[in-house]
């Protein structure tokens, strides 16, 4: 089995109001959101901090719509995915699939923080939601 997964790049984390969230995880992980930015195609605004060679994703829902929203809606606020680095998006989209996982994208996109990104369908992981990502080249 090919082993391709480089590390974890972030975790998401659905929270209803970044202006409440920002300044808690700054308390948490002493060391201050470093970007904030909106991705309106997946109607989310997401804000990042740094934790040692990984990081952690806040997002919330720009508006009600999107899978931001619906996540909240059904589960709460709490971790929604696990990113993990890969060198290229489209090759480990492509090998996951081989490999038996359901893929929400079939090819790479644009996601926040410079990074080319895709999802696997969460039926396939146990219900965790995973994202592979990779720097934008
Ligand atoms: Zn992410």
């Given at each position: 089995m090919s082993n391709f997964m480089n590390k974890i790049e972030h975790i998401g984390i659905a929270v209803k109001s970044l202006d409440l969230s920002i300044p808690l995880f700054e308390k948490l992980l002493g060391?201050?959101?470093y970007k904030i930015e909106i991705i309106k195609d997946q109607h989310v605004k997401t804000a990042f901090f740094k934790i040692g060679d990984s990081k952690i994703e806040l997002l919330e829902s720009?508006?009600?719509?999107?899978p931001i929203e619906n996540f909240i809606t059904k589960n709460g606020e709490g971790i929604h995915h696990i990113a993990f680095q890969v060198s290229d998006v489209d090759e480990a989209l492509k090998q996951t699939k081989e490999l038996g996982f359901r893929l929400i994208d079939n090819t790479s996109r644009i996601g926040a923080d410079g990074l080319r990104i895709g999802f696997l369908n969460p039926r396939s992981t146990n219900s965790v939601l995973i994202e592979l990502c990779s720097n934008e080249k």
């Open positions: 060391s201050k959101c720009i508006n009600n719509q999107g």
